[in-house]
T-cell receptor, first 110, second 114 residues
């Protein structure tokens, strides 16, 4: 089920941009890239998703490479409250399940 | 405020006992889901329901049962057949049946075995 590869952990200084990479080299043309995050002992929270164009919302930006084999989630000004596990998920509309792997544990350092 | 409410936050189960985890949503969502999360691991789908009175097994349904008698409610029963029930259980919902990608999660229930 794992269609994505993410680093196990990353650190980021508070106030700096956090860039979280994700490889999805086997992604197919009708699959979207979704990002969620999970703060300790809480349920995951939807962040952003995209197909092939870059996307931005109030939480983050998503940069997808032209070949769609990788993407980067950008938190422009990380705060301590952004410390969480970030999940990159490849999803085909209509499929029965989002596969949450082990994600990247981001620690924002004061 | 609209959202998903899971209760209780912590639950303890004795050997051979069935326990039921509650999940209620007031988002008017059609689809609801139950996931299990073990320490340091990702989420695994237990059951999901796309509409009232219908539900489907996920990847790890053995030892669990669900019901969907009302749109707002999707309780999960952990039966005595589930030999390793200690885990963090998450309930989620999505707006439309078949549109599983934008999930709204509850705050979870931590189940432990005494």
């Amino acid at each position: 089920d794992a269609k994505t590869t993410q680093p196990t952990s990353m650190d980021c200084a508070e106030g700096r941009a956090a860039n979280l990479p994700c490889n999805h080299s086997t992604i197919s043309g009708n699959e979207y890239v979704y990002w969620y995050r999970q703060i300790h002992s809480q349920g995951p929270q939807y962040i952003i998703h995209g197909l092939k164009n870059n996307e931005t919302n109030e939480m983050a930006s998503l940069i997808i490479t032209e070949d769609r084999k990788s993407s980067t989630l950008i938190l422009p000004h990380a705060t301590l409250r952004d410390t969480a596990v970030y999940y990159c998920i490849v999803y085909q509309t209509g499929a029965n399940n989002l596969f949450f792997g082990t994600g990247t544990r981001l620690t924002v350092i004061p | 405020d609209g959202g998903i409410t899971q209760s209780p936050k912590y639950l303890f189960r004795k050997e051979g006992q069935n326990v039921t985890l509650s999940c209620e949503q007031n988002l008017n969502h059609d689809a609801m889901y139950w996931y299990r999360q073990d320490p340091g691991q990702g989420l695994r789908l237990i059951y999901y329901s796309q509409i009232v009175n219908d539900f489907q097994k996920g990847d790890i349904a053995e030892g669990y049962s669900v019901s969907r008698e009302k749109k707002e409610s999707f309780p999960l029963t952990v039966t005595s057949a589930q030999k390793n029930p200690t885990a963090f259980y998450l309930c989620a919902s999505s707006i439309e049946k078949g549109q599983h990608e934008k999930l709204f999660f509850g705050s979870g229930t931590q189940l432990s075995v005494l």
